[in-house]
């Protein structure tokens, strides 16, 4: 890691309350992130892989009765989330440094209203499939965090990864729904570029979206234990 990594890694301890380098002692919010965290009743949301943030910031400005967590595992890029988010007055951000593969061991069941997941890394080979975040074991555990009417919204320029994602919907307790162009957060979302879509879009690639609500004829159990993750950065 470079020098300036490094240092952007070590400047996660510089926003306290407003990013968390790690998941310890988070678990006590269990279920309570909106009224203990933000300190109001407001939806929650949450971006897996929020990279540098420009999307959740933007989002964050666009809905402000929305209390929105970004989940980043680099750290160097959490502090780059938790600098604009600070920069920008943003008061319904709160940033955390950690693996997705976690998040039942700090959010209760029911407690998320939305998950935003763009542009996740396709881990093409197959040997690193398992790291995939949207595999059906962890969409399981998603929809057990995830409120009666959630919504999880997936974005990406991989058809493979695409392809692969609707293949693990059976068994994962969501169903693949119709965009609702007239929701509120969907319309915001829509018009906000992730980092990597800008970059893309110069490529002139296409972006594949998919949306997903709890299906009620597939329920899920608590996630058993919290699996060890392979995914490093
Ligand atoms: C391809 S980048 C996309 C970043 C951003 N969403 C965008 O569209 O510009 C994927 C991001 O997800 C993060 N990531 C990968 N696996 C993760 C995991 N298991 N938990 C949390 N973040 C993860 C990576 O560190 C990286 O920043």
């Keep these: 890691m470079g020098r300036r990594k490094r240092r ?3 400047e996660i301890h ?31 949301h949450v971006e897996i892989g929020a ?6 910031r933007g989002l964050a400005r666009a809905l402000p009765e929305v209390n929105f967590v970004a989940l980043e595992l680099k750290p160097d890029r959490a502090t780059r989330i938790a600098r ?13 440094s950690g693996n997705a593969s976690h998040l039942h061991a700090i959010f209760g069941p029911g407690e ?40 999880l919204h997936f974005r990406t320029d ?13 068994g994962s307790g969501w169903r693949a729904v119709d965009e609702a162009p007239d929701d509120p957060a969907w319309r915001a979302a829509r018009e906000i ?3 990597y879509e800008l970059a893309f879009r110069r490529e002139a690639r296409a972006t594949y979206y998919l949306h997903l609500a709890p299906d009620p004829s597939c329920s899920v159990g608590a996630p058993s234990s ?8």
Excluded: Y
Aim: hydrophobic content about 45%; aromatic content about 12%; some cysteine.
């Design 158 to 170: 991989s058809a493979p990864l695409f392809a692969w994602v609707g293949e693990q919907l059976p």
């Design 51 to 56: 990279g540098r943030g420009a999307f959740v």
């Design 84 to 96: 604009g988010a600070q920069e920008d007055g943003l008061r319904n951000v709160r940033v955390l």
């Design 112 to 151: 998320i209203e939305r998950f935003w997941v763009n542009f996740p890394d396709p881990w093409p080979k197959a040997r690193a499939v398992r790291k995939r975040v949207l595999q059906c074991e962890r969409l399981r555990v998603l929809r057990w965090l995830a409120a009666p009417d959630a919504r």
């Design 14 to 44: 510089e926003f306290p309350g407003l990013a968390f380098p790690a998941f310890d002692g988070l678990e006590m919010h269990a279920g309570g992130w909106s009224p203990r965290v933000f300190g109001n009743l407001g939806p929650l």
């Design 193 to 195: 570029p992730t980092e």
């Design 226 to 233: 919290m699996a060890a993750d392979p995914v490093s950065a």
């Design 8 to 10: 952007l890694k070590e």
